[in-house]
T-cell receptor, first 112, second 115 residues
């Protein structure tokens, strides 16, 4: 699977949008972008994933550039509970499992 | 659904002792994963199973570690003998690959301290 690059840390004011970038310049055409997050002392939690179109769910929005070499996870109105480490992962979707490699992620701090 | 269940949540043991961590995956999920997380190495995949069969154990650090999945609702990760460097949080996760899509659901983890 392609590797990803994320900033090690970011701050965001409570109530503002948090925009977390991810570079995946070597992504293949059949690889999806996945985002997970890990709140302190808990297991990682799935947030969202997409291939090339922008995606939105109740937790976040995912914006993927047209060339698919980067993406941005958007938390529209960050709260203190969104403070966590956010992992960007690229992997192929297929009927058999392909193991996921978690990088160091971005530590997001939401500040009151 | 109760989600992925792990036990114990905390384990403190002495070097040389055997440690057994337990996991109950989400019902209907056919993949189960064991991860280890430390400050130094981050989140590492140790082993995963598909339909109770170990598929890839290349992440298991050494022969002291072993994992089993005797049925679809139970898995164990055993460390024998344990060493202080095994201290970490161990996560179990499960997923179901459906239509080519897979989302992993993680348990709360077991925090292991080896003295």
């Amino acid at each position: 699977d392609a590797k990803t690059t994320q900033p090690p840390s970011m701050d965001c004011a409570e109530g503002r949008a948090a925009n977390l970038p991810c570079n995946h310049s070597t992504i293949s055409g059949n690889e999806y972008v996945y985002w997970y997050r890990q709140i302190h002392s808990q297991g990682p939690q799935y947030i969202i994933h997409g291939l090339k179109n922008n995606e939105t769910n109740e937790m976040a929005s995912l914006i993927i550039t047209e060339d698919r070499k980067s993406s941005t996870l958007i938390l529209p109105h960050a709260t203190l509970r969104d403070t966590a480490v956010y992992y960007c992962i690229v992997r192929v979707e297929r009927t058999s499992y392909d193991k996921v490699i978690f990088g160091p992620g971005t530590s997001l701090s939401v500040i009151p | 659904d109760a989600g992925v269940i792990q036990s114990p949540r905390h384990e403190v043991t002495e070097m040389g002792q055997e440690v057994t961590l337990r996991c109950k995956p989400i019902s209907g999920h056919d993949y189960l994963f064991w991860y280890r997380q430390t400050m130094m190495r981050g989140l590492e995949l140790l082993i995963y199973f598909n339909n109770n069969v170990p598929i890839d154990d290349s992440g298991m650090p050494e022969d002291r570690f072993s994992a089993k999945m005797p049925n679809a609702s139970f898995s164990t990760l055993k460390i024998q003998p344990s060493e202080p460097r095994d201290s970490a949080v161990y996560f179990c996760a499960s997923s179901r690959v459906k239509g080519g899509r897979d989302t992993q659901y993680f348990g709360p983890g077991t925090r292991l301290t080896v003295l």
